[in-house]
């Protein structure tokens, strides 16, 4: 990599292994069933007759447009995502349906139909986001009856501009790992193969999407939470730059990296659902080029990932010079080789912080990944949490000087396509790796620094999907939503998932 790397101290050194070793063994926590929900939340299983409408069959921005047009009605369209919904059951992608919301809220945006620009649509929020009157069990027992009597505001957000809830959809528990598979709900499974890990933490979201049983999805965002299973899955994840949608309702685990983000099948429906959340982007319609766009593509960056990744990543950046990009090398701050030491002080301190209260009364409720990685948090040295504060506000100046050089960074979301769920370890050019290291490599260095990034698909490689991350300066969702938006179109449609057929 280019640049002199500083000295870390072994304090701000240490966190990385406990990082890795406790971030969610992917062949464990096929865990037990969640207890009932308590009165006043709804079951996941409750489904209507059939309806031959097929709603997620359009991107959200189309079936918004269908019915302003009254080409479908408020009823079809509920009827046909709970139909997909019990067709997609296996899936796991959902803990609970909220079958009776969905209905309410239909019939209440329908004055709003036409006057917003997704109202009508329905939506999925991953379940540590808040939902009043539907519990909000952030994957664990230990919260297994909980309901909110608010909703978080991001949920009041798509609610007053007319989006109806579907349902809570599933998460590595309290969105603590990257693999989707330890959950007290079990497993989400991966609608390209169920072989394979879905991602996480928002792993029911990114299968929702990816199954077609909804358009649109909220995800969160610590360590790549939104942007690998978007990857592994073959859909659109986005994390906004930091504290750019608000996190208020939303469960925590780390104050200073947690971001709240989106999924869908579409660049363009992300673009509509963040103009809801107050973003304003443009439109992937308005782009009509990219003559003028300074972009970067490290080789280093694809020298990290497999072969088949590298050269689909790098048709990406032969798309956008063709469509009048330039490519521009600048200097590879020395700041981003830390992001592994600074994140790990960061997310184990904050994280053991948040849920001490778990960890004092009601460990045994948790997952046995889960209470070591909270437990791991002892391990860290004094002084590391400081230091690597102090290492996050240097990283976020590093970060800063680099984006004045250049509009947009190219990167692979992952180095691999999704792993086996029973795999343990990875081989890479440079070596075997830790598929958790692996997984992370190229997405936490971008909640340290809090830029936005969006994860689009670019490819399939031995019939997975391949994600590509397109990182932009701080602040600039807008103009970075409308650069991916118009690689799509230049791309072309991407395939579906088999499960969605």
Same mark, same amino acid.
């Given at each position: ?32 069933? +969640? ?7 709804? /079951? ?19 079936? @918004? ?44 945006? @329908? ?11 329905? $939506? ?40 109806? $809830? ?10 603590? &790992? ?31 999407v990816?199954?077609?049983?909804v ?13 690998i299973?978007? @990857? ?14 608000? @996190? ?12 709240v983000? !989106? +999924? ?47 050269? $689909? ?16 090398d ?16 960061? *997310? ?16 045994? $409720?948790? /997952?046995?990944?889960?209470r070591?990685?909270?437990r ?6 004094? &002084? ?17 000087? *680099? *984006?004045?050089?250049?509009?947009v ?13 029973? /795999? ?20 936490? !260095? ?10 689009v ?9 391949? &994600?590509?991350q397109f ?31």
């Amino acid at each position: 990599m280019q640049g002199a790397t500083p000295e870390l101290s072994p304090a701000l050194r240490a966190p990385i292994e406990e990082f890795e070793n406790f971030f969610a063994s992917p062949s464990s926590g096929r865990a037990r069933s +969640m207890a009932a929900p308590s009165a006043g939340s709804e /079951q996941r299983r409750a489904w209507p007759s059939s309806s031959d409408v097929d709603p997620c069959a359009d991107s959200a921005v189309a079936l @918004a447009r269908r019915l302003a047009r009254g080409d479908v009605d408020a009823t079809e369209i509920v009827e046909g995502t709970l139909r997909r919904a019990r067709r997609e059951e296996s899936l796991n992608a959902f803990i609970t349906i909220s079958e009776t919301r969905l209905r309410d809220e239909s019939r209440a945006a @329908a004055a709003l139909v036409g006057v917003h620009s997704l109202a009508g649509v329905p $939506l999925a929020h991953k379940d540590i986001i808040a939902t009043k009157d539907v519990r909000t069990t952030g994957g664990s027992d230990s919260r297994a009856n909980a309901v909110p009597t608010t909703d978080a505001e991001i949920v009041r957000r798509f609610r007053v501009r007319g989006l109806p $809830l579907v349902g809570k959809t599933n998460t590595h528990e309290l969105a603590t &790992g990257i693999t989707g598979q330890v959950s007290a709900a079990g497993a989400v499974m991966n609608p390209w193969d169920t072989t394979r890990v879905t991602g996480g933490s928002s792993s029911g979201s990114a299968a929702a999407v990816a199954a077609g049983v909804v358009t649109l999805a909220t995800a969160t965002d610590t360590g790549g939470s939104a942007r690998i299973p978007a @990857a592994c899955c073959g859909v659109v994840g986005f994390k906004p730059t930091y504290a750019a949608v608000p @996190a208020h309702g939303v469960i925590p685990f780390s104050w200073t990296l947690d971001h709240v983000g !989106l +999924m869908a099948r579409y660049s363009n429906d992300i673009s509509a659902a963040a103009s809801c959340l107050g973003l304003r982007p443009t439109p992937a319609r308005d782009r009509a080029s990219l003559a003028g766009l300074r972009f970067a593509l490290p080789e280093h960056l694809l020298a990290e990932a497999d072969p088949a990744v590298a050269d $689909l990543v790098g048709e990406v950046a032969t798309r956008l010079e063709a469509d009048g990009a330039h490519r521009v090398d600048p200097q590879w701050p020395s700041w981003f080789d830390h992001a592994d030491g600074i994140a790990a002080s960061i *997310f184990l301190s904050e994280g053991a912080a948040v849920h001490s209260d778990v960890l004092a009364d009601d460990a045994a $409720l948790l /997952q046995p990944p889960t209470r070591a990685l909270l437990r791991s948090a002892d391990a860290i040295a004094t &002084g590391s949490y400081t230091m690597a504060l102090a290492g996050r506000q240097a990283s976020i100046r590093a970060a800063n000087s *680099f *984006f004045s050089e250049v509009d947009v960074l190219l990167s692979p979301a992952l180095p691999i396509g999704a792993p086996r769920i029973d /795999q343990e370890m990875i081989a890479l050019p440079e070596g075997t790796v830790d598929v958790r290291a692996a997984l992370t490599r190229y997405t936490r !260095l971008w909640n340290v620094t809090g830029n936005p990034v969006v994860c689009v698909p670019c490819g399939i490689a031995e019939g997975l999907p391949v &994600g590509v991350q397109f990182i932009g300066p701080r602040h600039n969702d807008r103009g970075l939503l409308g650069v991916a938006g118009r690689y799509e179109q230049l791309r072309g449609r991407f395939p579906s998932a088999p499960a969605s057929g």
